[in-house]
């Protein structure tokens, strides 16, 4: 298997590749997700059965059953670590492939039998910091809200309250839109943690340095490549669950829900999201290579280290 041509990509090339690998190795990539999905059923039949009859009587608040509360947060974090290990199984998956090496599920998922706490950690940590900072643009947000909505009503004051109360409306929208967007700038600092820890072979919060490194002037690029395969991705999992949402419309007009919507509804979730998952996947690890093509020469890096050793077995490891 010949390695992809490796040089710097526009946003279009890095979208083709994104799909024509994603094309190439299909059955790899489905086979990977496919795991996680399938822990996703029984969740989203639980939540659904749930819901559901609320959805058909118009019920917008049906009462929550504390019972099951502590089992559904426990299934909720395995299915955050199966998860997050199929996310590292598709990392590697995707180097693999995107440099030549054959690789298969059962191989994908071998490489991160070692690197088990290290992809939890990553990830928590991760996370963690995107919901605090999180929180610190809403208190943001609510300071510069408070401020300019005071400032408005001293002003305001003898005008009719609808101009006043449209300014307020208006500020509030672009202050929350902005928070928003900086926050996702923010967050994207993080986008290539994964690929940085497993390829480098790097500590928890090295990689997490790794990643704002390699991910600044770069953010914008990787903005709209994300965007763009999220709703690719969303268009495809519409696709597979878009006729039981039909159903349940119509359910909800004759006041009575079939139960076999809701396993139908969980099975196409599971079947959309193994299909599609992977594409976003992919992307974020051409956006590592790009990024370290453009900044360290990946390129001529990995051209000289393959002069240098001898022709590699199908199933070596690729240098990262």
Not at 58 to 87: E, K, M, Q, R
Request: glycine share 10%; hydrophobic share 55%; proline share 6%.
């Amino acid at each position: 298997m010949e390695p992809t041509e490796l040089r710097p990509l526009t946003i279009g090339e890095l979208l083709d590749r994104t799909f024509r690998l994603y094309r190439n190795h299909f059955w790899l990539f489905v086979g990977i997700m496919a795991i996680p999905s399938v822990f996703s059923v029984p969740f989203n039949i639980i939540f659904f059965t749930w819901r559901g009859p609320a959805v058909v009587r118009g019920n917008p608040s049906p009462t929550f059953p504390v019972g099951i509360l502590a089992p559904l947060a426990a299934f909720f974090c395995f299915f955050w670590a199966v998860s997050s290990i199929a996310i590292g199984a598709a990392t590697y998956a995707v180097s693999e492939s995107y440099l030549g090496q054959k690789v298969t599920v059962r191989g994908s998922y071998g490489k991160v039998r070692g690197d088990f706490w290290r992809i939890l950690g990553v990830v928590f940590v991760a996370w963690l910091r995107a919901i605090g900072m999180l929180l610190l643009v809403a208190i943001g947000m609510g300071i510069i809200i408070a401020i300019a909505a005071g400032i408005i009503a001293a002003i305001g004051r003898g005008r009719s309250q609808t101009t006043v109360g449209v300014i307020i409306g208006v500020v509030f929208a672009l202050t929350y839109l902005a928070g928003i967007g900086l926050w996702i700038l923010w967050s994207l600092r993080y986008a290539v943690c994964i690929p940085a820890l497993l390829l480098e072979k790097v500590g928890v919060l090295a990689a997490l340095r790794r990643s704002v490194q390699l991910t600044r002037g770069r953010r914008w690029h990787m903005l709209l490549t994300i965007l763009l395969c999220m709703i690719a991705a969303y268009v495809g999992v519409i696709v597979f669950q878009g006729p039981f949402l039909m159903t349940i419309f119509i359910s909800a007009r004759s006041g009575h829900l079939p139960e076999w919507v809701s396993y139908a509804f969980a099975m196409s979730g599971a079947i959309g999201g193994a299909v599609t998952g992977p594409v976003l996947l992919i992307a974020l690890v051409l956006c590592y290579y790009d990024t370290r093509i453009r900044k360290e020469a990946f390129d001529l890096q990995f051209m000289m280290s393959s002069l240098d050793r001898p022709a590699p077995a199908p199933d070596t490891p690729s240098p990262a």
